[in-house]
């Protein structure tokens, strides 16, 4: 039985989105017994979402570009060689002598899988940032409004305002516009000089620049107003929802001017301030890490993807976040290694053009982290009983308590004084403004670890623990 | 003896630094500041940082039997429910819950008698509770228990919340926590300990208080000292929120035999509580693997099967997070508590196991004692630092 | 062929293939669930499966992700109060 102590596979990969499948494929060409695991009913991850019976898999319906959906076709057609394993939401993964130990729920049930080498391509979600109302039903992450459009051709809402930073917000716009809904403003926390910093890695990256030309063409196209260094400071509502977002400009620091806010109707607000890597299980493993330039904790890998656990290889956003195509290479190189580690492929230096394309587009992702930082400021337009944990709803307030009068300065104690971060989410969405508010309050640096490790990566039963296999 | 000095010369060397803000190291800051002492305390990392962050919060009389832990456990257990809790306020979340031990075999109900009668005897409040009542007492405990037993005094408090608290009552009363500090060195006049040495500097004073925890073996071997305390590592299980499900503090008698075991292999016996937040925690394994931070997935899945064993409607329940934390333990399972004859100026406040949290203010009144030279609440000869010396 | 599901007992219609979420956002309804502390109304927010703000009972079992759900045919979902698990409670 393949993935038991006696018969473990090659290589088990984690994640099915694309740098999973790549990695998954490429081991397998290369003749690896190959497992493929992810929670997710199918393969595509986050970032190849379709519905079913559209003009293609990944295919952007506002631009018609049919370019991702030809990779996750070839991707997919090769897949026959591999095991995969949807449905599986693997929640740890433990190093043995022999390789490794998968552990995943089903169901109710928990199944473990033994593969001589891994690659974790766990991927990414928005990165959020709370404000005032952000909790009110109707504010949705910029990632989830997507994930509805594109998966289910749905839209929460008909007039929406995307607000955070990134080039992420464009392709958002885009996939409400063509659902039939109004954008009511897209708001830029930054304001697209940085981009300008380094030209030649936009002229070596020309898909995004025309990317980023066509989706600018569909927001003027239907008078969308695309509002630089302005953001979304507070969402207003009634106990039922969103009404409207109070936008202001903000200055170089994401500080709020008061004086020019101004309030439009909606009954969507749709926010992200990029991505941040999911790294519960690199971290249950004790992969090494380091902090990447927009500050999130990254798996730490050499040229070849592997991480500081040998035998170990990480690809994608969880070794920094740069998009569908890097974590592509990433994920080829990653599988390429495995199958060397394992002797079945020759340890000859890994293609070049992969190398040149994943230098190309790493510092195309550099551009764009400086170009879209998450705004130092973004504290000041707080108030007082702004929900900073959702789960648990905890308020600024209380982590105040915590640092001003009961003088705690470490992010993990104030979460386990207040509870932040201590709900079901367990910090997924408010660890890091957790940690990165007591940094601000407190005037010490942000430590992005305080509120990163969890040993269990998806809730399991008792039950399903208790009479799990060995 | 020290005498009292003004808290407002901060200039004067502290009269004690204490080494360890965990919960044992605020007590013993707090009640010193109480008596009048200008107190110093050092952490090489955070607030509750270490075992205090990482337990359950619990003030258990139940799992102690007659004798020096015992005699401990009820002074402690008077202090918290008399003095720090209502000094402390509400946020300290002082829970008298109370806690019920079952058995699960009739070998072992008759076992629990003989504890439950010694105990009484001892001054312990407790009443035998038969099988047929228990699930008056807990409705959703496994039907097929031998029996238990019902202590009203066992209570809890949020632990991270106590040590902080107790802190910033020491700090209004002038003494000064400092974090991130590590102890490098301890100052010496020849045999005499007279302060710490930190990175930052030299910090001189009149005593200084080994309340390290885990660690405070490599504190007393600062000074030259064998101190045999070991690191015990427990996991907890936390659950997704629930309504009111388990009223007491639950856990199986197999607890104390557990506590007081020599034992290096793994050690569990089922332990389920509530807290205010409405998830449950789950314990409690005991292991000897010095400070290992792994997850044991064996262990996890022990302690899942023997709280739903001991919960059957727990088994659809989530895990949502797990955390781990080591106990200081001490080779007689009894706390090193008061002065070193071998090094005069050093007090040890450690060793206190799993039940630190609940011991915490018997032994901070018993070390301010020391400093001030009153007469101590109990004899302290049970608790000699010294004691497993050559 | 229609689909559909009961949400508190109102049938909404689906597309095979869609969420729970997503068929409840198509119909209008955009909360499903009372937060166990000071009541609030919540739905869908990182629509992924990483906030668990989602959370309702479906066929009687609670805490079940409206995001990552696949809405069935004849499916009983209802809005959750609080934890869930009310009848539990002593």
Redesign the interface.
């Known amino acids: 039985m393949p993935g038991s102590p006696s018969d473990p596979y090659d290589v088990a990969v984690v994640g099915a989105g694309p740098a999973g499948l790549a990695a998954a494929t490429t081991a397998a060409d290369h003749g690896c017994a190959t497992v493929l695991l992810d929670?997710?009913?199918g393969p595509g991850g986050?970032y190849w979402r379709s519905?079913?019976g559209t003009a293609g898999p990944g295919t952007d319906p506002t631009t018609d570009r049919a370019g991702p959906g030809r990779v996750l076709a070839g991707l997919l057609a090769d897949l026959d060689r591999v095991d995969v394993r949807t449905r599986h939401e693997v929640w740890?993964i433990?190093a043995e002598p022999a390789g490794f130990v998968v552990?995943a729920q089903v169901d109710?049930a928990e199944i473990a899988s033994r593969a001589r080498t891994l690659v974790l391509a766990p991927g990414a979600?928005?990165r959020q940032l709370p404000f005032p109302g952000w909790?009110l039903?109707?504010?949705?992450?910029a990632?989830?409004?997507q994930?509805?459009a594109k998966?289910?051709?749905?839209?929460?809402?008909r007039r929406v305002v995307v607000a955070g930073t990134g080039p992420f917000l464009l392709p958002v716009a885009g996939a409400v516009i063509a659902r039939g809904g109004t954008v009511v403003a897209v708001a830029e926390a930054g304001d697209g000089t940085g981009w300008l910093r380094d030209p030649a890695v936009l002229m070596g990256t020309p898909g995004r620049v025309r990317d980023a030309v066509a989706y600018a063409a569909v927001l003027a196209r239907h008078g969308v107003p695309f509002l630089r260094r302005t953001g979304v400071v507070e969402a207003v509502g009634d106990?039922?929802?969103v009404t409207a977002a109070v936008l202001a400009r903000l200055d170089g620091a994401g500080r709020p001017d008061g004086g020019s806010r101004h309030t439009v109707d909606c009954d969507v607000v749709a926010t992200g301030w990029g991505f941040t890597p999911?790294l519960d299980l690199p971290l249950?493993l004790?992969c090494a890490t380091r902090a990447d330039l927009d500050g999130s904790l990254v798996v730490a890998v050499t040229a070849r993807q592997e991480t500081s656990v040998p035998g170990c290889f990480a690809a994608g956003e969880a070794t920094g976040v740069g998009g569908a195509e890097l974590a592509v290479v990433e994920g080829r190189l990653a599988g390429l290694a495995a199958a060397i580690r394992l002797g079945n492929a020759p340890s000859d230096p890994p293609p070049a053009r992969l190398l040149r394309r994943r230098r190309s587009l790493r510092r195309f992702a550099a551009l764009m982290h400086a170009a879209h930082p998450v705004p130092p400021g973004w504290p000041a337009w707080l108030d007082e009983r702004t929900t900073m944990c959702?789960?648990?709803?905890v308020s600024v307030a209380d982590v105040d308590e915590?640092v001003t009068?009961?003088?705690?300065?470490?992010p993990?104690?104030v979460k386990?004084?207040t509870?932040c971060g201590?709900?079901?989410?367990?910090g997924?969405?408010c660890g890091e403004p957790l940690a990165r508010l007591v940094a601000a309050r407190t005037s010490t640096p942000y430590d992005p670890m305080s509120m990163a490790t969890?040993?269990?990566a998806v809730?399991?039963?008792?039950?399903a623990?208790?009479?799990?296999p060995? | 003896m020290l005498a009292a000095t003004a808290p407002d010369r901060p200039t004067r060397a502290p009269d004690v630094v204490v080494v360890g803000a965990g919960i044992v190291g605020a007590a013993c800051a707090f009640v010193a500041a109480r008596a009048g002492l200008t107190v110093v305390v050092v952490d090489r990392g955070?607030?509750?940082?270490g075992t205090s962050?990482a337990g359950e919060g619990n003030l258990l009389v139940s799992d102690k039997l007659p004798g020096p832990e015992l005699d401990l456990a009820l002074l402690s257990a008077r202090l918290w429910r008399d003095d720090l809790a209502p000094r402390l306020g509400p946020r300290l979340e002082y829970e008298a819950k109370g806690g019920l031990v079952v058995a699960a075999t009739s070998e072992a109900a008759v076992a629990l008698g003989k504890t439950t009668a010694a105990q009484r005897a001892a001054g312990v409040a407790v009443s035998d509770v038969a099988a047929a009542d228990l699930p008056t007492v807990e409705p959703h405990l496994a039907p097929d228990l031998a029996g238990g037993a019902h202590y009203p005094a066992d209570a809890q408090v949020?632990p991270?919340?106590a040590t902080?608290?107790l802190?910033?009552e020491a700090?209004t009363l002038g003494a000064r926590?400092l974090?991130a500090t590590r102890v490098t060195g301890l100052l010496r006049a020849g045999d005499r300990v007279t302060g710490v040495r930190t990175p930052s500097g030299d910090l001189p004073a009149g005593a200084v208080v080994n309340a390290a925890g885990p660690w405070s073996g490599e504190v007393a071997a600062l000074a030259g000292l064998d101190l045999p305390v070991r690191p015990r590592r427990g996991f907890v299980?936390v659950?997704?929120?629930l309504p009111h499900v388990v009223r007491h503090k639950v856990y199986t008698a197999a607890y104390v035999s557990d506590v007081a075991s020599d034992d290096t292999a793994l050690q569990s016996s089922a332990v389920v509580e509530e807290t205010p937040?409405g998830?449950l925690l789950?314990g409690a394994s005991r292991e000897r693997v010095g400070f290992d931070r792994?997850?044991s997935?064996?262990v996890?899945?022990r302690l899942?099967?023997q709280?739903?064993g001991l919960f059957p409607v727990?088994?659809?329940?989530?895990?949502?997070?797990?955390?781990l934390g080591f106990r200081p333990c001490s080779p007689d399972h009894l706390p090193l508590l008061g002065p070193d004859p071998r090094a005069p100026g050093l007090l040890h406040a450690t060793g206190h196991e799993g039940a630190g949290i609940g011991l915490a203010p018997a032994t901070g009144a018993l070390v301010a004692q020391v400093l001030t030279g009153e007469e101590p609440a109990l004899d302290l000869r049970p608790y000699r630092p010294e004691r497993f010396a050559a | 062929m229609t689909e559909s599901l009961s949400f508190d007992g109102t049938v909404v219609t689906f597309?095979?293939?869609?969420?729970i979420?997503?068929?409840l956002?198509?119909s209008g309804t955009?909360?499903w669930r009372t937060?166990r502390?000071?009541g609030?109304?919540?739905?869908?927010?990182?629509?992924?499966?990483?906030?668990?703000?989602c959370?309702l009972t479906v066929d009687g079992i609670p805490?079940q992700r409206a995001?990552?759900v696949?809405a069935r045919d004849g499916m009983q979902v209802r809005t959750q109060q609080g934890v869930g698990r009310a009848g539990l409670a002593v």
Do not use: K
Not at chain 2, 314 to 323: E, H, K
């Open positions: 929670g997710a009913g986050q519905a079913p740890s433990q552990r109710v979600h928005d909790d039903p109707g504010v949705v992450a990632g989830g409004l994930a509805l998966e289910h051709g749905v839209l929460p809402g106990d039922c929802g999911r249950g004790g959702r789960c648990e709803e915590a009068d009961l003088g705690v300065t470490d993990r104690t386990l004084l509870r201590m709900g079901w989410c367990q997924r969405i969890r040993p269990v809730p399991l039963t008792l039950g623990l208790a009479t799990g060995s | 955070a607030v509750a940082g962050g949020q991270i919340a902080v608290l802190l910033r700090r926590v974090t299980l659950t997704a929120p937040a998830t789950i792994t997850p997935v064996p996890l899945r899942a099967a709280a739903v727990l088994a659809t329940v989530p895990v949502l997070r797990t955390y | 597309r095979p293939g869609q969420t979420g997503a068929a956002l198509a955009r909360s937060t502390r000071n609030r109304l919540r739905g869908l927010f990182c629509g992924i499966g990483v906030c668990f703000d959370l805490d995001c990552l696949e």
